[in-house]
């Protein structure tokens, strides 16, 4: 059984910065994805990595401010979140697709000021 456990959210200003955490159980190849859902929006996928290779993406409103990585000894991903906006507010869920169906409970970042 898999199971994703988020941590590291939290309340910063515009412009700052915040690194999420997922521990991963149960799952250890293939695609893992972070995934957002902001008040009153549809979740959407923000970025995936291949857990082998470290290969990433991004969705366009992330890139260059946001970077995925995982430590696979720790069974650990990771989303550096720099220059967030307050678009960016929102529940962040680690995943095992994009749309979200296998995930963990999440984690809030709200960016204000």
């Known amino acids: 059984e898999v199971q994703l456990v988020e941590s590291g959210g939290g309340l910063v200003q515009p412009g700052g910065s915040l690194r999420l955490s997922c521990t991963v159980f149960g799952f250890s190849s293939g695609w893992l994805y972070w995934v957002r859902q902001a008040p009153g929006k549809e979740l959407e996928w923000v970025s995936f990595?291949?857990?082998?290779?470290?290969?990433?993406r991004y969705t366009d409103s992330v890139k260059g401010r946001f970077t995925m990585s995982r430590d696979n000894a720790k069974n650990t991903l990771y989303l550096q979140l720099d220059s967030l906006r307050t678009e960016d507010t929102g529940m962040y869920y680690c995943?095992?697709?994009?749309?979200?169906?296998?995930r963990g409970r999440g984690t809030e970042v709200t960016v204000s000021s």
């Open positions: 990595i291949n857990i082998a290779t470290g290969t990433t």
């Open positions: 995943a095992r697709d994009s749309k979200g169906t296998v």
